[in-house]
């Protein structure tokens, strides 16, 4: 199944769950108040959309950089940028020891796309062009304004859950036990949306890496980059400033590359596929794992579950049947 179809089915789903619910709790409670739970929703996703860019520039410690700062990166942004037809992006630098680069913004002219300190020093040339084919697919995409707007609807579920549980509650004398019961199944629905919004934000990972490639981005080039990230973000531990710097873009994790908080547990599995220690990914190595079938163990199955991107392995086999 095409990932575009997939992101439709999910859409579809999600809004379906989240009509139920209020249809349902209309019908049995007779009043329309889940609206209220709406605008509020709304209202709160417009001030995140208005904030968000700026906070999001706080917290990973963003400096914007010009052209005559930083020249070789602002032309590979421009040409990429050209390549899929949206303006050039802000180039920021972050200040960030973690290897990685990530991408925010309102739209696409308001595009931002940064790297870290970290990721200089870790990849070559061909490697960051790839990297950053994938931040602009992002930008391309509206993939941050899409996961917001669907983060609305488990945080909207969330609300009419806690508010009917705790109603029932209160007056369990008067039949609440039934409005109880009601919220459970509200937090229910919450449950379940918010993995379908963990799972669109995987398809729009595999989305924007299959764009990368498009760009004319070499697949071995991006699954390298990847191994790389991953060891650089598992080699972040075992320092004090890693470790205080994980620790501050815990509930930042989405915006980057891979999931940097899993990097110590994907680690061993990526050096099964870097057959000559080299500490790369080449293009026979990435073609050897065509043949390959990935098998996931049931706690790795769970673990993808639950973040907000893909099993690594899953991942770079998918680019290897690009």
Known sequence: MGLQLKMWLLVVAMFAILYGVITGIGSYLGVGGASSYIILAVMLTGIQYLIGP????????VKYVSEQEEPELHRVVEELSRKVGIPKPKIGISQLSIPNAFAFGRS???GRVCITQGIRRLLNKDELKAVIGHEIAHIKHRDMMVITLLSVIPLICYWIAWS?????????????????LIGVGAMLAYLITNLLVLAGSR??????????????????????AL??????????RETARGKEELHRVEGLRAFFLNDVGRAHN?????????????GTIDQGELMALRSMKVKLGAGEKIAELLTTHPNILKRIGRLATL
């Not at 009917?164 to 109880?180: C, F, H, K, P, Q």
């Not at 191994?227 to 972040?236: E, N, P, Q, R």
């Not at 994907?266 to 080299?278: N, Q, T």
Request: aromatic share 10%.
């Open 54 to 61: 700026s906070l999001v520039s706080m917290m990973m410690a």
């Open 108 to 110: 696409q002219g308001d």
């Open 164 to 180: 009917l549980m705790w109603e029932g509650i209160g007056r369990r004398r008067e039949g609440g036990g039934y409005t109880a």
């Open 203 to 224: 398809i729009r990972e595999y989305y924007a890496d299959e764009k990368s490639v498009r760009l004319g981005n070499p697949p071995h080039s991006l699954a390298s």
């Open 227 to 236: 191994y790389k990230l991953v060891y650089g973000s598992a080699k972040a």
């Open 266 to 278: 994907e680690i061993a599995d990526l050096k099964a596929i870097d057959r000559d220690y080299s």
